[in-house]
Protein backbone atom coordinates (compact mmCIF):
# COMPACT_ATOMS: atom_id res chain seq x y z
CA UNK A 1 0.00 0.00 0.00
CA UNK A 2 2.80 2.55 0.61
CA UNK A 3 4.37 1.75 -2.37
CA UNK A 4 1.12 2.30 -4.26
CA UNK A 5 0.87 5.32 -2.86
CA UNK A 6 4.05 6.64 -3.00
CA UNK A 7 3.56 6.20 -6.50
CA UNK A 8 0.97 7.89 -6.76
CA UNK A 9 2.21 11.18 -5.05
CA UNK A 10 5.14 10.96 -7.56
CA UNK A 11 2.59 11.03 -10.04
CA UNK A 12 0.53 13.82 -8.80
CA UNK A 13 3.13 16.04 -8.21
CA UNK A 14 4.75 15.39 -11.97
CA UNK A 15 0.92 16.28 -12.79
CA UNK A 16 1.40 12.93 -14.39
CA UNK A 17 -1.06 9.77 -13.13
CA UNK A 18 -1.63 7.13 -15.54
CA UNK A 19 -4.07 4.32 -14.98
CA UNK A 20 -1.54 1.96 -13.09
CA UNK A 21 -0.78 4.83 -11.00
CA UNK A 22 -4.65 5.20 -10.07
CA UNK A 23 -5.18 1.67 -9.66
CA UNK A 24 -2.12 0.29 -7.58
CA UNK A 25 -3.62 1.78 -4.49
CA UNK A 26 -6.83 0.64 -5.48
CA UNK A 27 -5.60 -2.75 -5.87
CA UNK A 28 -3.41 -2.73 -2.74
CA UNK A 29 -6.46 -1.72 -0.38
CA UNK A 30 -9.08 -4.29 -2.11
CA UNK A 31 -6.15 -7.05 -1.40
CA UNK A 32 -6.10 -6.42 2.01
CA UNK A 33 -9.66 -6.43 2.95
CA UNK A 34 -12.07 -9.48 1.95
CA UNK A 35 -14.94 -9.00 0.34
CA UNK A 36 -18.10 -9.15 2.37
CA UNK A 37 -21.69 -9.83 1.89
CA UNK A 38 -23.41 -6.90 0.90
CA UNK A 39 -21.04 -4.86 -0.16
CA UNK A 40 -20.95 -3.44 -3.70
CA UNK A 41 -18.64 -3.79 -6.27
CA UNK A 42 -17.38 -0.30 -7.18
CA UNK A 43 -14.19 0.96 -9.28
CA UNK A 44 -12.29 3.76 -10.92
CA UNK A 45 -10.60 3.88 -13.83
CA UNK A 46 -9.38 6.91 -16.32
CA UNK A 47 -10.62 7.18 -19.65
CA UNK A 48 -9.18 8.07 -23.11
CA UNK A 49 -10.18 11.86 -22.84
CA UNK A 50 -8.38 11.49 -19.13
CA UNK A 51 -11.58 11.69 -16.99
CA UNK A 52 -12.05 9.85 -13.98
CA UNK A 53 -15.32 6.92 -14.42
CA UNK A 54 -16.78 5.74 -11.89
CA UNK A 55 -17.95 1.95 -12.18
CA UNK A 56 -20.79 0.48 -9.30
CA UNK A 57 -22.01 -2.98 -9.54
CA UNK A 58 -25.06 -2.75 -6.89
CA UNK A 59 -25.57 -5.36 -4.44
CA UNK A 60 -28.95 -6.78 -6.13
CA UNK A 61 -28.12 -5.49 -10.03
CA UNK A 62 -26.14 -4.53 -12.95
CA UNK A 63 -24.36 -1.42 -13.29
Do not use: N, Y
Not at 4 to 31: F, K, N, Y
Not at 42 to 62: C, H, K, N, T
Amino acid sequence: MLHASEGLLAARAGQMVTADEWEAPDAAVSACRAQQPGDRDERFAIDASGALVRSVVPVRGEP
